[in-house]
């Protein structure tokens, strides 16, 4: 069974900074393309960005409004998905999760980010 699950969420004034976790099990974490997604309040799932397996060299891709503040990256010796978000704005806010595509179609319970002075 696919497992993930999200943490390091909070609230953020703006400029500040969150690093997300996302823990993985029940599928051979190395081989996968990872994605984080997010949902504002009262609009759809978003994607924000996409990391490849790493074969032939890692590759990162990502939303334009995030580019330059957030980071993605990954540790495969413990199954692990990150999300550095720096410079956080207010329409940063919402539930962010990891998931197996870039749909959100497998993607964990979520945690929620908070950007507000």
């Known amino acids: 069974e696919v497992q993930l699950v999200e943490s390091g969420g909070g609230l953020v004034q703006p400029g500040g900074s969150l690093r997300l976790s996302c823990a993985t099990s029940g599928f051979i974490f190395s081989d996968a393309w990872m994605y984080w997604v997010r949902q504002a309040p009262g609009k759809a799932l978003e994607w924000v960005s996409t990391?490849?397996?790493?074969?032939?060299?890692?590759?990162?891709y990502y939303l334009d409004s995030v580019k330059g503040r957030f980071t993605i990256s990954r540790d495969n010796a413990n199954d692990t998905l990150y999300l550095q978000l720096n410079t956080l704005k207010n329409e940063d806010t919402g539930v962010y999760y990891c998931?197996?595509?870039?749909?959100?179609?497998?993607r964990g319970q979520g945690t929620q980010v908070t950007v507000s002075s």
């Open positions: 990391i490849s397996n790493g074969r032939g060299g890692t590759a990162t």
């Open positions: 998931a197996r595509d870039r749909y959100g179609s497998t």
